[in-house]
Nanobody
């Protein structure tokens, strides 16, 4: 299993970014996927997740500003972020876990595979 994130960068408050996660080594369509983030000195937190059926789950802190999506044909997970805030600054990680149809979760302990992360920095 390999997960490779990209799309991070430095933006100003109010800006937008789209993160991508290229997946390989497993049957992408049969896995639940998620985005997590970790800021310096803080615990890793769930941002958004998507199930096999496309059902989604968002953290309250990002609702209305973030959209998670996936392209099973391209084995790629996305995270579109708009109206970014300074507190969105963190390392963002892609995660995967085999799951049943209809499952989804923002619990990091549920996910078994992780990427190396991509840095998002939102400046004031």
């Amino acid at each position: 299993v390999q997960l490779v994130e990209s799309g991070g960068g430095s933006v100003q408050v109010g800006g937008s970014l789209r993160l991508s996660c290229a997946a390989s080594g497993f049957t992408f369509s049969r896995y639940c996927m998620g985005w997590f983030r970790q800021a310096p000195g803080k615990e890793r937190e769930g941002v958004a997740s998507i199930g096999r059926d496309g059902s989604t789950n968002y953290a309250d802190s990002v609702k209305g500003r973030v959209t998670i999506s996936k392209d099973n044909a391209k084995n790629t997970l996305y995270l579109q972020m708009i109206n970014l805030k300074h507190e969105d600054t963190a390392m963002y990680y892609c995660a995967a876990v085999w799951c049943l149809y209809g499952d989804t979760s923002l619990d990091a302990n549920w996910f078994g595979y992780w990427g190396q992360g991509t840095q998002v920095t939102v400046s004031l």
